[in-house]
């Protein structure tokens, strides 16, 4: 069976429209095609999928439970039951959802529909049986990106430069700067992005900004998005390059700590993981890293002297390699889910790694065997993992709403920080740990001091901070 790069792993996206009651959307038209020969899933539906659904629609945490992102998953449907009815495309309810005929319509109101051939397509392959894919090899269809949906703007990633003085939030495909205050400082537009209509996107990039790291000086941020990496000037905002020639999301990056190499995590899902190291002077690949994982590279990292990198993914092993080379070093199994990102403690003896079964492990790396586990170290999944500066500590996020603080030589958690009320994506520190900066499903920047758990500030970009609620007439 052929599947294309649809999952966005644990990373979940909303994406059914929440229409108003008064809003009016009318049906797609119904057309025939005159078709003789069967239509195939892979070869004809699934590229539609693909296309009309890469954002939504894919992963573990899904609104309606409906994930559209391999046959059998369609099949199986979500909390409305089997989606489709083998036969009769007319009392499927996937159909009545993607033709416009239900609420809540798919793809989302503000979002391009199924053409009326595309539709017709679909209809008939389901009245021709809903037939599973044939096995028949073919190419992987060019994905043509759309902007998300305005609905859809979680914080996926966040990055706080070594000095503190800077903070970096992904919202959306949006990337904002904000100061130490929460206080909003500058937007990062790319201005010659367009969309594949050629209408200017006035964002930062196309699809979701999935990752973001400060460089070691603090001059460069660079942000992971779909098949590419840009490099923004930090302090005048302005883009100064951009990396392409990824397979996938680059959803995780890290700096060697002497700002010379530049480490990437992606790939798609349920194929082989991408792992790729940079040469930061020429951008040029270091080393060659021969199947990594077996599927998405969720979490990469340096050790404290670079001379070998970390990474994960969700073939729940934990690997480590040697740098340059890319030499294959070490590997580490126990999670029993998703491993969402790794870290090392900073003398090297250790590492630790959070997971999609909400535990968090500690690596003896020496000895090649768990030190430790902590197996309810948040009530849902451990989504990022980083250690502040040189200290022994490390932060964790969750899809539980909160962070935490933890201390890795005997895996006690020291401190929480709350405040939040939907699933976390991301979390990051400053070297001194004085501030700490979170986000998720909300579209909520949240600073924290460190030292306290205290909120600083629940930061939106200008124009998008809730309104307050008028106090009511008596």
Not at 241 to 259: M, N
Request: with cysteine; glycine share 10%.
């Amino acid at each position: 069976m052929t599947r294309y790069a649809l999952v966005a792993l644990l990373i979940p996206t909303f994406c059914f429209a929440q229409e108003k009651k008064d809003a009016k959307v009318d049906p797609i038209a119904e057309i025939k095609i005159d078709r003789k020969d069967p239509v195939l899933y892979e070869k004809d539906i699934e590229p539609i999928l693909a296309n009309k659904c890469f954002v939504c629609h894919s992963g573990k945490e899904l609104n309606g439970k409906l994930d559209l992102s391999t046959f059998d998953k369609l099949m199986k449907g979500g909390k409305k039951g089997t989606p489709i009815v083998a036969g009769k495309a007319s009392e499927s309810y996937l159909y009545k959802l993607i033709s416009r005929q239900m609420k809540p319509i798919m793809p989302p109101k503000d979002e391009t529909p199924l053409t009326p051939p595309e539709l017709a397509l679909v209809k008939l392959w389901i009245d021709q049986g809903a037939k599973a894919p044939t096995g028949m090899s073919l190419t992987r269809p060019k994905v043509v990106l759309s902007l998300p949906p305005a609905i859809v703007k979680p914080v996926r990633a966040v990055a706080i430069s070594a000095d503190g003085k800077a903070v970096a939030s992904g919202r959306g495909n949006q990337i904002h700067l904000y100061k130490p205050t929460g206080d909003h400082a500058k937007t990062l537009v790319d201005p010659n992005l367009k969309t594949a209509d050629g209408k200017e996107a006035k964002a930062a990039h196309i699809s979701l900004v999935e990752s973001m790291v400060y460089s070691i000086d603090g001059k460069t941020l660079a942000s992971g998005s779909y098949q590419e990496v840009k490099f923004w000037d930090a302090e005048s905002g302005a883009l100064k390059s951009t990396l392409t020639g990824f397979s996938d999301r680059v959803v995780a990056l890290h700096y060697s700590a002497d700002g010379k190499l530049l480490a990437t995590g992606g790939g798609p899902a349920t194929e082989d993981g991408e792992i790729k190291v940079f040469d930061v002077a020429t951008m040029k690949p270091v080393g060659e890293f021969k199947s990594p994982h077996s599927d998405t590279v969720l979490g990469v990292c340096f050790s404290a002297d670079g001379t070998k990198l970390a990474t994960c993914g969700a073939d729940k092993f934990v690997k480590v390699w040697e740098i340059p080379s890319g030499k294959f070093l070490k590997s580490f199994e126990g999670h029993t889910h998703h491993v969402l990102d790794v870290g090392w403690k900073p003398d090297g003896k250790l590492l630790a790694s959070g997971g999609a079964d909400n535990a968090v492990k500690i690596w003896d790396y020496e000895k090649g065997e768990q030190a430790r586990t902590v197996a309810n170290a948040h009530t849902k999944q451990v989504t990022r993992l980083v250690f502040i500066g040189k200290t022994l500590t490390f932060l964790t996020s969750s899809g539980d709403a909160t962070v935490k603080l933890w201390n890795v030589d005997n895996g006690n958690a020291q401190r929480t920080f709350s405040g939040a009320t939907d699933y976390l994506f991301a979390v990051s520190a400053s070297a001194d740990g004085k501030l700490v900066a979170a986000g998720g499903e909300e579209g909520v920047l949240r600073i924290y001091n460190g030292d306290s758990g205290a909120l600083v500030k629940a930061a939106y970009p200008p124009g998008e901070e809730p309104k307050k609620e008028e106090p009511k007439k008596k």
